[in-house]
């Protein structure tokens, strides 16, 4: 069994593990979480791209880091696929770590006008059928953000403007407008803290194993 104590993790969820419709968190909090559909399998649960999502803890961050292990099942291109997000209709600090329609990676932030929307790297259907590991990094201290594909950097910056992010009402598996994700959710951690790159290549280099 995989428990972490790290103060800065607010929510570890293992779901190659967490078999049932509902389960506890794998973090000092013990956040109970509740699935709709989304079938547990050995390497994570499995999302039907319809209906299936996970119902997470409404959860406190300042600055924030996502990461995740995903697989999407192939012939999506072109169609928007939520990985981890808020469940509102474009609250101010809304989140949404997706895919999106012109087949990228994106993470967003709701900020009034203009949005704070970043990360545009190839996620097409050469990247479906395998797992990968996702992360990315918000500072609203620092107005910094960062991002992490496969262990590798991806793009980073600052932001002239900084919202706090609004982890309520959140899902894995879906974001708002009803985007559904098709494949695979093999973990997924989100920390009240900016990752450093140098973190997340340790996170990916202790985890890959399991994928690969």
């Known amino acids: 069994m995989d428990f972490i104590l790290d103060p800065g993790l607010v929510l570890y969820l293992p779901l190659y593990e ?13 956040h109970l979480s509740t699935v709709t559909g989304a079938l547990w399998t050995p390497q994570g649960r499995s999302f039907d791209g319809i209906d299936d999502k996970v119902v997470l803890p409404d959860l406190s961050v300042t600055d924030l880091t996502i990461v995740a292990w995903v697989n999407m099942a192939t012939g999506l291109d072109g169609s928007w696929r939520g990985i981890f997000g808020s469940d509102h209709d474009a609250h101010n600090g809304d989140v949404e770590l997706l895919r999106s329609s012109n087949n990228m990676l994106d993470f967003y932030i709701k900020n009034n006008s203009p949005d704070e929307r970043y990360w545009n790297t190839v996620f097409d259907d050469t990247k479906a059928g395998t797992f990968h590991y996702v992360g990315i990094a918000y500072s609203f201290t620092a107005k910094t953000y960062a991002f992490n594909l496969d262990g590798v950097p991806d793009g980073n910056g600052t932001y002239t403007t900084a919202q706090v992010p609004d982890l309520t009402s959140i899902l894995a598996g879906r974001t708002y407008a009803n985007r559904w994700w098709k494949g695979l959710i093999g973990e997924l951690w989100v920390y009240n803290r900016a ?4 973190e997340f290549q340790l996170k990916y280099n202790v985890t890959k194993w399991r994928y690969q």
């Open 18 to 30: 967490l078999d049932g419709v509902s389960f506890a968190s794998r973090e000092a909090h013990g």
């Open 195 to 198: 990752f450093s790159q140098a």
